[in-house]
Every structure is written in structure tokens, then in C-alpha cells.
Nanobody, 124 residues
Framework: QVALVESGGGLVQAGGSLRLSCTAS????????MGWFRQAPGKEREFVAAISWSGGITYYADSVKGRFTISRDNAKNMVYLQMNSLKPEDTAVYYC?????????????????WGQGTQVTVSS
């Protein structure tokens, strides 16, 4: 079992930036593909970004491409989501997800482990 923990959420004005972090309790993330998903009130969970275990492959939802960057530092056991040019429609709970595969892409069913989520609120 992998316990994922997100941090870095908060309240920011439109156009601002936040960096989300994800780490694992008691387990190394270096052999896991990772992803970020988000869920806004009344909406389904949606894919945001994914990264392969090595960091060599990244993939983004069209809605965040060019504004968000997913990265990982396996030596520090961390995965990040840098979010720039934030918009009110980015407001959601953001979840970190992990998969034992080398790369798992955009579908939530490919991920076995999930964090509790961190709230991101973007004011207009």
C-alpha cells in the first residue's frame, strides 16, 4: 500500500501561481508512474497531468497545457505540479495518483493509489 500526501494548495488570485507537491509515506515513488487529477464541485474527476517513472514522458490535459508543469525528483521522493497563469476554472481539489506501471497516461482507472487531495481556489 502506498500512502500519498499532497500539499501546496491554497487561495490565489487569477493569474497567480501555486506549486503542489506529492510524496509517499514509507514508500519510494521512483518506480511509480504518477499523475495529477482534479475535481471541482458538482463535476467528475478530470485528468490534469501525468509523468512516467523516469520523468522522461509527460502528458497534459489541453486545458492546462502551457500553464502547468509536472515534474518529479526521485532522489527527494517528490512529485510536483507547477501551476502558472491560474484561472478561476482551475478551482478544484487536486489529487496525486500513483501507478506501479512505467507510465499510465490520463485515465484514472490506471492509477491504484490516491492522496486525500489539496484544495486550490482561484479568485477572479
Amino acid at each position: 500500500q502506498v500512502a500519498l500526501v499532497e500539499s501546496g494548495g491554497g487561495l490565489v488570485q487569477a493569474g497567480g501561481s501555486l506549486r503542489l507537491s506529492c510524496t509517499a509515506s514509507g514508500r519510494t515513488l521512483s518506480s511509480y508512474a504518477m499523475g495529477w487529477f482534479r475535481q471541482a464541485p458538482g463535476k467528475e474527476r478530470e485528468f490534469v497531468a501525468a509523468i512516467s517513472w523516469s520523468g522522461g514522458i509527460t502528458y497534459y490535459a489541453d486545458s492546462v497545457k502551457g500553464r502547468f508543469t509536472i515534474s518529479r525528483d526521485n532522489a527527494k521522493n517528490m512529485v510536483y505540479l507547477q501551476m502558472n497563469s491560474l484561472k478561476p476554472e482551475d478551482t478544484a481539489v487536486y489529487y496525486c495518483a500513483g501507478s506501479p506501471d512505467t507510465y499510465s497516461g490520463s485515465h484514472y482507472s490506471k492509477y491504484d493509489y490516491w492522496g486525500q487531495g489539496t484544495q486550490v481556489t482561484v479568485s477572479s
